[in-house]
């Protein structure tokens, strides 16, 4: 489980997470939505141990943020693979580093998103990167998925690719998945829970299903209303 | 858990030399090829061959500084999100780099070294007997290379505290870390000079004795700054 206990994040003045309280469950699919600067993504990157509470802990299974990096697979909504690396070069060296790097996987999923080996990320288009980037995160048996925007910039077909990608994939009950986005349309269908957040503030949670049914909306309306309600 | 390290270890040292590909690739090219010249159109030992052989043994020692600061790169490159999400501290990631880096200015300097002696045996054969004069005195010429090996670690080290105390920063990134930089060479240089002026040096071998001196007390620094980069990196960089 991951808790977020009383977290304020600062970059400066700025403040990114303001007195953020959350208990994310393990075994399920949850959303982080927001508008654009709500503080998903340092939400994420604490989760991920790129980030430090300026207030508050963070704790991953009861521990430190610090110390569990790798349980967690990351998926940063920037490009964050050296692009004179080769799609094989870049699975070679992560996989150096993870102990739950499943090569089964990687293979089976390198052809899945048919990727091969022998790209250079550099060379190859925003959607095969934003495939690699996937390849490389979904390849481990990693307790604690984390999407960031991970469907930002990237056109129909590829979008359906990566989110068939994360299903066929999933471990129910054993992996949780977080997905940071504000494009809740496309990934409705996945998500167990959800944590609408916007100033750094979570306005509203619970379980997608319930609250479908309680206000008789799609995610989408639901976040249009509770945004439109917390100005 | 020593292998798991060391594997580690090896795979960011493998990208890291594999990020200075070109510039070992300019210094061993540009050593063969000035010799090759050189040997070919001069033709005899003379002040433009010293000239020119120095030139190429300059760039050898500095082309490991210059590329120290692409350290800087890995945040505008964003790929420091794939370094600061893997489960290494950073002493691993820092000191694979420092690791690389010496590997570089070593590879540099022996090319040019070889090259030099090389073509010093080419144009003129009775330099040689200089390097039997020199044969007792290869202990003091491989301490004064080991000082300068760590003398080469101790800027690396310098450079790598000033990037990351710059980016500790959201504004004026590129002057702190030049302040940092300058800072940090006036304020240790200080600090050698005050531990080499506490030594006593008695004879015999004495010599052997300063250079013993200077390497221990360069690497003292040098660790030290260097382990501060670490403590840095690992307490405060955050993205």
Redesign the interface.
Known sequence: MIEFRQVSKY??TVRALDNFQAQLASGRVIGLFGPNGAGKSTTL?MI?????PSRGEVLVDGLNHWMT??R?A?L?E???????MTVGKAA???S???SDWDHTKYHDLLNYLNLNEAMKIGKISKGQRAKVKLLLTLSRRSSYLLLDEPLSGIDLLTREEIINSVIRDYREGEQTIIISTHEIGEVERLVDEVIFIRNGKTVLSGNAEDLREEKNMSLVEIMKEVMRDAR | MLAKSLSRFGALYKKQMREMAPELAVIGGTAILVSLVLYLKIGSIHTAVLFAMMMVMGLACFLPIVSSFRLGQEWNNHTIYLMMSLPVGGGMILGSRLAALLTQYVFGTLIVGICGLLLAGELAPELYDILDLILPYLDIVVLFYLCTVAWIGYLISVSFFSQIIGKLVSRFSGLVTIVTFFATLWLSVKMMGLMLGQRTIEAPDVTAQIFWLLLGVITLVAAVIFALSTWVYNRRVEL
């Open positions: 970059f400066g990157k991920a141990g790129l980030n430090r990096r790798d967690v990351y940063p920037v490009d964050h693979l050296y692009p004179w070679e060296f992560i150096t580093f993870y």
